[in-house]
């Protein structure tokens, strides 16, 4: 039996080049090269023992007094005080869920951590009353960078599903993108927003139900069909399963058993013959898949799930619109590579030709900061509005938007940044 050395070892290896990536980056701007050589003697110094050794608690950000758990979305003083109260709301197989990465959560857990290895440079001395968070994306302002991830099955975590989100999104000001298997059909979403989502497609592996889903989702407005290809390689959900044996409920009261029955169930296979899917990932997808996709989406293609910079060069020149760096929130797959540490990489691939979104472990306003840093032009936030909707509804994924564009706009103000075209590679520092 190994004693956990080499494994320890090879973690530390694989930390190391994943924090050259990172370097690699700012050393190539003329803006943060002085600093390339102090960063690299930093980071070469930071060790992985501590980490290794510690296991993940999701609840471990929120501390409660006295075990008490807030009452109201007014009392949250950060988006982690609705996590408690989600999971004392929900049953155990759907809290686990939503809480479940893969294997051992370890890139779960990297999602998070990485954000520390990053430091933010204040600045002083700015007139900074005025802060203007506004970023154009195919053409259309959003108020805040800051966007809801797509989430499947969201009925499972409040009976309002996502349209208590779109409802919460028209309030405060934000994007949003829907799942092919959300709990809502696009049109209900994009009326109760007041204005078009983007649309985030599961294939399926039969191609007339993949056309007839872009067509509908067109139809209904979605200026973007967005392509998730980070689910082709299957997973091992522990978190999730583990959580199953404490439901003592009869799950067959809102599942239906077998695929292709979970699937009909889903409002936006509504009409659509699904006799023939086997898959709804996809997962015989090549890049000549995304050339097809291509030629039957009229507005535009976002690729979702793209972690390398190969893998971005190959985007473009298949004619993507734009790529969301995503391991699926840690669900995709067990590498320990973090988006925010792959962001860098794929800017940098992609050079400024389309925009880069990123999701996967944003809790705060600070979050938001390090990625549009790091060359990020919006950020999508998934498990935390899930948090504040099992938790209040409505109130609580306003609240949840609330409080992560009030720390952003904070630190916003400390770094000098009046607008977002202000916030550079000169705003962080790896340390």
């Given at each position: 039996m190994s004693n956990g050395v080499e494994g320890k070892s090879a973690m530390g290896e694989h930390a190391s080049i994943h924090r050259r990536k990172l370097l690699a980056y700012f050393s190539s701007s003329p803006l943060f090269a002085p600093s390339a050589a102090r960063a690299l003697a930093g980071i070469a110094a930071l060790g992985t023992t501590e980490a290794v050794a510690q296991s993940y608690d999701v609840l471990r950000a929120a501390p409660v007094m006295n075990g008490d758990l807030i009452a109201s979305p007014a009392q949250a003083l950060n988006v982690f005080d609705f996590e408690p109260v989600a999971k004392k709301e929900l049953p155990p197989a759907h809290y686990g869920y939503l809480a479940s990465g893969v294997d051992a959560d370890k890139t779960l857990k990297a999602n998070r951590d990485d954000f520390d290895k990053i430091h933010i440079r204040v600045r002083r001395l700015i007139d900074v009353r005025k802060i203007d968070t506004t970023v154009k994306i195919f053409g259309e302002t959003w108020a805040s960078p800051i966007a809801l991830a797509p989430v499947s099955s969201v009925g499972a975590f409040h009976p309002e599903a996502e349209a208590a989100a779109a409802r919460a999104c028209k309030v405060k000001g934000h994007q949003m993108i829907l799942s092919t298997v959300g709990s809502t059909s696009i049109e209900d979403v994009i009326k109760e927003r007041g204005a078009p989502v983007w649309y985030m497609l599961y294939p399926t592996d039969d191609w007339s139900v993949t056309e007839k889903l872009v067509k509908r989702a067109e139809a209904a407005g979605a200026p973007a069909i967005v392509l998730t290809v980070d689910r082709q390689g299957g997973r091992n959900t522990e978190t999730l399963f583990r959580e199953r044996r404490a439901d003592t409920r009869t799950c067959t009261d809102c599942h239906t058993p077998g695929f292709k029955n979970e699937v009909s169930r889903k409002p936006m296979f509504d009409e659509i013959d699904v006799s023939k899917v086997?898959?709804?990932?996809?997962?015989?997808?090549?890049?000549?898949?995304?050339?097809?996709?291509?030629?039957?989406?009229?507005?535009?293609?976002?690729?979702?799930?793209?972690?390398?910079?190969?893998?971005?060069?190959?985007?473009?020149?298949?004619?993507?619109?734009?790529?969301?760096?995503?391991?699926?929130?840690?669900?995709?797959?067990?590498?320990?590579?973090?988006?925010?540490?792959?962001?860098?990489?794929?800017?940098?691939?992609?050079?400024?030709?389309?925009?880069?979104?990123?999701?996967?472990?944003?809790?705060?306003?600070?979050?938001?900061?390090?990625?549009?840093?790091?060359?990020?032009?919006?950020?999508?936030?998934?498990?935390?509005?899930?948090?504040?909707?099992?938790?209040?509804?409505?109130?609580?994924?306003?609240?949840?938007?609330?409080?992560?564009?009030?720390?952003?706009?904070?630190?916003?103000?400390?770094?000098?940044?009046?607008?977002?075209?202000?916030?550079t590679p000169k705003s962080v520092q790896i340390v």
């Open positions: 086997t898959n709804l990932y996809g997962t015989g997808m090549t890049w000549d898949y995304v050339k097809r996709l291509r030629g039957i989406v009229k507005g535009k293609l976002v690729l979702k799930g793209i972690v390398t910079q190969e893998d971005a060069k190959i985007a473009l020149t298949h004619g993507v619109d734009a790529i969301i760096v995503s391991n699926h929130g840690g669900r995709a797959e067990e590498s320990l590579q973090s988006t925010i540490g792959a962001l860098p990489e794929v800017v940098a691939a992609v050079n400024g030709k389309v925009p880069v979104l990123i999701d996967g472990g944003f809790r705060r306003g600070t979050d938001v900061l390090k990625a549009l840093a790091l060359g990020a032009t919006a950020v999508c936030v998934g498990r935390p509005y899930v948090w504040g909707l099992a938790a209040f509804g409505q109130p609580g994924v306003e609240m949840v938007l609330t409080l992560m564009q009030r720390e952003f706009e904070t630190i916003m103000r400390q770094v000098g940044a009046t607008k977002l075209s202000e916030i």
